[in-house]
């Protein structure tokens, strides 16, 4: 069976509390404004779609009312009322961790049958005042279910942050892939792909290769564009860089322009655009 890494490549994110959103501790210099808060920043929202999630073949959550709760560092989370999960499934357990920004969660097994995943609910039943409208609201950890919908599509590593985008262009630039003087790969018709915190990828025809690249077992999932499978680069000394290049061949309805292209990222590789480094 192939390696499968979930939130590989996606885990920098930026969305409002992270790296450098405006509600981050790095927040940017670049305003006219100055946000007055602690450095820890919690956001609560409403998420506009119905969500499920299911475990052992039954739905465990369904809810139209769910929440997404933007907190420093963190990728939003889902929280949904109490009366949107099936209570039988979900079991007390003595286990509690102390939040000093939301107060203290307490947990709840999830079982089905023969099946249990421990601790896979929490909630905050006496939040902190800060934080009181938790209160009623409980989450459930995304690794738990066995499968997650968004309306009727199956979403894969989380849902989609309402404050993060993914724009791709076709451009006329000229990318060169190195790995030390070795030309990997080169285009004057790559696609490029913007992700809100991330730094742009190149996607390149499979024809501007220059060496060879071979097939591995590691698949990721972007809940932005699809499932990745990925190659290892061969150097013509003999050496090779494992993982180094990924595509999508079946992308995403949104992301379908990558179809088929190829992305190179390892740390003994370089990409040049118009001659300068990416």
Not at 70 to 78: G, I, M, N, S, Y
Not at 94 to 120: I, M, Q, W
Not at 166 to 179: E, F, G, K, N, Y
Not at 260 to 273: E, K, P, Q
Request: hydrophobic letters at 40%; one cysteine or more.
């Amino acid at each position: 069976m192939g390696k499968f890494v979930v939130l590989a490549r996606v885990a920098e994110n930026m969305s409002l509390t992270r790296v450098a959103g405006p509600l981050s501790p790095t927040a940017p210099a670049t305003v006219n404004y100055v946000i007055d808060g602690p450095p820890h920043k919690l956001l609560m929202h409403p998420f506009p779609r119905r969500v499920r999630a299911e475990f052992a073949g039954r739905t465990v959550l369904d809810t139209r009312r769910g929440v997404l709760l933007h907190e420093t560092a963190l990728l939003p989370r889902l929280y949904v009322p109490e009366v949107d999960l099936d209570a039988t499934a979900f079991v007390p357990t003595d286990h509690t961790t102390h939040c000093p920004f939301k107060g203290d969660a307490t947990y709840r097994s999830l079982t089905v049958g023969d099946r249990t995943v421990e601790n896979a609910l929490w909630a905050y039943p006496d939040p902190k005042p800060e934080a009181s409208w938790l209160a009623g609201y409980a989450s459930l950890d995304w690794d738990a279910a066995d499968a997650w919908f968004d309306e009727d599509e199956q979403v894969y590593a989380h849902l989609t942050d309402p404050f993060t985008r993914v724009d791709i262009r076709p451009t006329s630039r000229h990318v060169q892939v190195l790995a030390g003087d070795v030309l990997v790969a080169e285009s004057h018709t790559p696609l490029v792909l913007t992700e809100t915190g991330l730094p742009a990828r190149w996607y390149l025809d499979q024809d501007d290769v220059r060496v060879p690249i071979t097939a591995t077992d590691t698949h990721t999932r972007c809940p932005y564009k699809g499932e990745a499978s990925y190659w290892t680069v061969e150097l013509p000394d003999g050496s090779t860089l494992t993982d180094a290049a990924w595509s999508y061949p079946t992308p995403l309805p949104e992301s379908s322009r990558i179809a088929g292209r190829i992305s190179f990222l390892h740390a003994d590789l370089h990409t040049l655009v118009d001659g300068e480094p990416a």
